[in-house]
T-cell receptor
């Protein structure tokens, strides 16, 4: 079963708009939630990550919002730019088990100029 | 973050042959991971390779098909054995530098004819 559910599968946003990608998880033992950005032909790059002791983390135009009670977290990209067009993956991990990441299925973001 | 390189970046191979993919890191890391990613899809963990111990394989992946070496703290190899067209994929290595964060190499694009 999919332990981390990501939506939407694809997203089209106008330049300057806000891109929002959502993820939901089931395992309450998860305590680390990263977001990765992947451009075609490249490996995933860590964008931003959060732990459940905070509800929000912001780095530049990228913000993670975290709702522990709802078991949901989301990525907000403010002032979206064409250069943000990429595939975004959310993931989660828990203590032990080699800290392996459980991945969402990805969201393909296209930012129109 | 660690700088990770992979060789080869891409290859086209005949079915029944084997390919060894190398992953080199510019710093010493305990944990390295090998993933497979089909185009347009999410990442699937093949195995975790800790230096000094046998690799731990995920369900659906076996050592005979994907033997892994981890001779030191900066290097690992993944071999794709007896290849078939179904093995055509992108193979990625990643490292955990600590703090539960994984950083990825650029990937190896494998096509099996």
């Amino acid at each position: 079963q999919q332990q981390v559910k990501q939506s939407p599968q694809s997203l089209i946003v106008q330049k300057g708009g806000i891109s929002i990608i959502n993820c939901a998880y089931e395992n309450t033992a998860f305590d680390y939630f990263p977001w990765y950005q992947q451009f075609p032909g490249k490996g995933p790059a860590l964008l931003i990550a959060i732990r459940p002791d905070v509800s929000e983390k912001k780095e530049g135009r990228f913000t993670i919002s975290f709702n522990k009670s709802a078991k949901q977290f989301s990525l907000h990209i403010m002032d979206s730019q064409p250069g943000d067009s990429a595939t975004y993956f959310c993931a989660a991990s828990r203590p032990g088990n080699n800290r392996k990441l459980i991945w969402g299925l990805g969201t393909s973001l296209a930012v129109n100029p | 973050s660690a700088v990770i390189s992979q060789k080869p970046s891409r290859d086209i191979c005949q079915r029944g042959t084997s390919l060894t993919i190398q992953c080199q890191v510019d710093s010493q890391v305990t944990m390295m991971f090998w993933y497979r990613q089909q185009p347009g899809q999410s990442l699937t963990l093949i195995a975790t390779a800790n230096q000094g111990s046998e690799a731990t394989y995920e369900s659906g992946f076996v050592i005979d098909k994907f033997p892994i070496s981890r001779p030191n703290l900066t290097f690992s190899t993944l071999t794709v054995s007896n290849m078939s067209p179904e093995d055509s994929s992108i193979y990625l290595c990643s490292v955990d530098e600590g703090a539960d964060t994984q950083y990825f190499g650029p990937g190896t694009r494998l096509t099996v004819l």
